[in-house]
């Protein structure tokens, strides 16, 4: 994890991994290996190793497991004790521990989309301080809108009022903020929900 130089704005990083890995049939999706370890792991370090400023880790179901996975990197976890009420809880959560080291953007990154590369993530991050950081710069593939999604610090008590299981998709049509879209490929659409998912982008589901 770079700190980045003073004069650009840096953007922090929440990871959402809390989710319940409902379509899962009792195993957990994070846990599933990829490139020979857990989908959370993989995650977090492309987190880390990208030109970010600080990364939290939101967690919730079975948060002890995905905790462990990640307890050497350079990650703070945040459980989310209310992770059965929806994503809501969990960016209102993240968004307020990672506000408090003062970045001037906030990327939320979803921790169950395995092809997201370090390379995605910079790639973003350059997007948000080309525009001097006020701009919402959103991942996209193909033309269709994906994650992860950086927001700046203008938005950031929006975030966290959001309510219920909904992310942030009608907040980044209201905003009024302009939204810039960047490319990055299929990894931007790219998640697990299910175990057919896991297997097709060439995982392997542990219980």
Known sequence: MADPPEQVPPVAIVILAAGQSSRMGGAHKLLAEFGGMPLIRRSAIAATNCESHSVIAVTGYRHAEIEAAIADLPVKPVHNAEFSSGMA??????????????????????????????????????????????????????????????????????????????????????????????EIGDGALIDVDTPDAIEAAGGILRR
Do not use: H, Q
């Open 89 to 182: 809880s969990s960016l209102a959560l993240g968004v307020a521990a990672a506000e408090a080291g003062r970045p001037e953007g906030i990327m939320i990154m979803l921790a169950d989309m395995p092809a997201l590369t370090v390379s995605d993530l910079d790639a973003l991050i350059a997007a948000f301080r080309s525009c001097g950081g006020r701009s919402i710069v959103r991942s996209a593939a193909g033309g269709r809108p994906g994650n992860p999604v950086i927001f700046p610090r203008a938005l950031y008590a929006a975030l966290k009022s959001l309510t219920g299981d909904k992310g942030a998709r009608e907040l980044i049509k209201g905003s009024g903020f302009p939204v810039v879209d960047i």
